[in-house]
């Protein structure tokens, strides 16, 4: 349920504030409601839920908010962590032969069904083939702000539902 307007809320300060400035960047919040290694959820200036997130070393992720497998918005309220994968992006971006080595890399777990998403890539750590999509992220002035989509969403052949 929307709350009333009241005389010292101007309702045309909060679609400027929200509105993409010239540049395309969209306020998301105020950098201190950031907590590392927490999301919050935001909206993109192409109007989708993102979850932002900065990580314990201070880089700045957003991804996508829908869980493809939920087929609801709650990935901003899941578990931020790292996770050991298998190399393989390396041979995939190169074409040349996997090696076979590991790295960890940082997630984001849903809260609902537990799949890992890569914060980088928004990819599904189990199903490559499945991704939240991903969004420019910066830090200016102490704000954060979201920029335009840099991958879509993929969503899974089948879902628990």
Same mark, same amino acid.
């Given at each position: ?53 900065? @990580?314990?070393?201070? *880089?700045?992720?957003? %991804?996508?908010?829908?869980?493809? +497998?939920?087929? =609801?918005? $709650?990935? !901003?309220? /899941? ?19 996997? @090696?076979?080595?590991? *790295?960890?890399?940082? %997630?984001?777990?849903?809260?609902? +069904?537990?799949? =890992?998403? $890569?914060? !980088?890539? /928004? ?39």
């Amino acid at each position: 349920m929307s709350r009333p307007s009241t005389s010292t809320e101007s309702t045309s300060n909060v679609s400027v504030s929200n509105a993409p400035d010239l540049e395309g960047w969209t306020r998301a919040c105020d950098a201190d409601r950031l907590v590392p290694e927490r999301a919050v959820a935001a909206l993109a200036p192409d109007g989708a839920q993102v979850a932002v997130v900065r @990580t314990a070393d201070g *880089r700045l992720f957003a %991804v996508g908010h829908h869980d493809p +497998y939920a087929l =609801a918005n $709650v990935i !901003a309220r /899941g578990v931020v962590g790292t996770r050991t994968v298998a190399d393989e992006t390396a041979s995939e971006k190169t074409g040349q032969e996997a @090696t076979g080595q590991e *790295r960890v890399v940082d %997630v984001i777990q849903s809260p609902l +069904y537990k799949q =890992a998403f $890569v914060l !980088a890539t /928004g990819e599904d750590v189990e199903d490559r083939s499945v991704s939240l999509g991903t969004w420019a992220v910066r830090e200016r002035d102490g704000v954060i702000e979201l920029g335009e989509r840099t991958s879509e969403a993929r969503h899974p052949e089948r879902t628990t539902r």
